[in-house]
């Protein structure tokens, strides 16, 4: 949303590792990375790196009042104003390294979707493994992870490094159409049969760049905590 614009390259200025884009994403690739989120039934879904909320928003439209939505934000700022124009999503300022007890805190011993936006070619490979393995971990057995890269960034090596952990981790990787009219142009890819699934591993002690000290439960007055 071009609203959100000086919001988002803000706080890219602020923190660029954690933040990974100078812009959010548009509507295109909202609904491609949501695709999997149910229509019906009381799914639990988990969004990490929601940012200023542009997939939190196609989310809700898909859910439309059922089941539970748990966004999951290391920044400050993004988490408390998420938090105050999404009421219904429980909004946590945590890094997604501790997915693990995110989850155990709010008593969900899974969950059938996570759709991330998390800036993975940012990454080291340390820190791409430690957030990829809660996810696994967190995923109900028939759970989907669905997640995007920059067209232009899939050659470089943080790229190709994280494709590869997508195939080690799931049995089935899809990559989607390539949304042109992102900016930068961007594709999904939509991960089934994790490997490991629905055993959530415990949160670590620390993760590196960014991480919140605890998993916090975000209101209007949480910027600057």
């Known amino acids: 949303m071009i609203s959100d614009a000086p919001t988002f390259l803000a706080q890219f200025v602020r923190h660029p590792f954690t933040t990974g884009a100078v812009l959010p994403s548009g509507p295109g690739l909202a609904a491609d990375i949501t695709a999997a989120v149910p229509r019906t ?4 879904v988990v969004e990490l790196g929601p940012g200023t909320g542009v997939f939190t928003r196609a989310i809700q439209r898909r859910l439309a009042g059922r089941g539970r939505h748990v966004a999951v934000e290391v920044n400050p700022a993004f988490a408390a104003g998420l938090a105050r124009r999404h009421p219904a999503v429980e909004v946590v300022r945590a890094d997604a390294a501790a997915l693990g007890r995110v989850l155990l805190d709010r008593r969900l011993p899974s969950v059938d979707v996570v759709v991330s936006g998390l800036p993975w070619a940012a990454f080291p490979a340390g820190r791409q493994r430690a957030i990829l393995d809660a ?14 890269a920059y067209r232009h960034a899939l050659p470089a090596r943080p790229a190709r490094r994280f494709r590869r952990l997508l195939d080690g981790a799931f049995e089935e990787v899809t990559v989607g159409r390539t949304v042109w009219g992102n900016l930068p142009p961007a594709l999904v890819y939509h991960c089934r049969r994790p490997a490991g699934a629905g055993s959530p591993p415990p949160a670590p002690a620390g993760t590196g760049s960014g991480c919140a000290p605890a998993a916090t439960r975000c209101g209007a007055g949480v910027a600057g905590t």
Not at 41 to 44: D, I, L, M, R, S
Not at 137 to 146: K, N, Y
């Open 41 to 44: 039934g009381h799914p639990v």
């Open 135 to 148: 996810v696994v971990g967190a995923l109900d057995a028939g759970g989907v992870f669905t997640t995007f």
